[in-house]
Nanobody, 119 residues
Framework: QIQLVESGGGLVQTGGSLRLSCAASASGKSFGINIMGWYRQAPGKQRELVATITAGGSTNVADSVRSRFTISRDYAKDTVWLQMNSLKPEDTAVYYC???????????WGQGTQVTVSS
């Protein structure tokens, strides 16, 4: 069982920056984590991928944020960060951390952190 704890959300003005972090911890014996990443869900919309990073360091970043957001990971600490720059009102959403185990491909989700960008 994996627990994901997110932090770093908040209210920021257009053009501002925020840094989200997500730390994974295991209760009991667990497989390693392959993919860690971030998804977001705005009111009335489906959850969408923001950025992911694999155990090998490959990243997948949504086109809408590619030039503004950066994902990074500390493999020893099972922690992933999302640096968000030049934020826009359309980035307003609940951001969820996600982890996928490397053997079972089991998905885990964090509780979500609210990001609000005011115009």
């Amino acid at each position: 069982q994996i627990q994901l704890v997110e932090s770093g959300g908040g209210l920021v003005q257009t053009g501002g920056s925020l840094r989200l972090s997500c730390a994974a911890s295991a209760s009991g014996k667990s497989f390693g984590i392959n993919i860690m990443g971030w998804y977001r869900q705005a009111p009335g919309k489906q959850r969408e991928l923001v950025a992911t990073i694999t155990a090998g360091g490959s990243t997948n970043v949504a086109d809408s944020v590619r030039s503004r957001f950066t994902i990074s990971r500390d493999y020893a600490k099972d922690t992933v960060w999302l640096q968000m720059n030049s934020l826009k009102p359309e980035d307003t959403a609940v951001y969820y951390c996600n982890a996928v185990l490397d053997v079972t491909a089991t998905n885990y989700w964090g509780q979500g952190t609210q990001v609000t960008v005011s115009s």
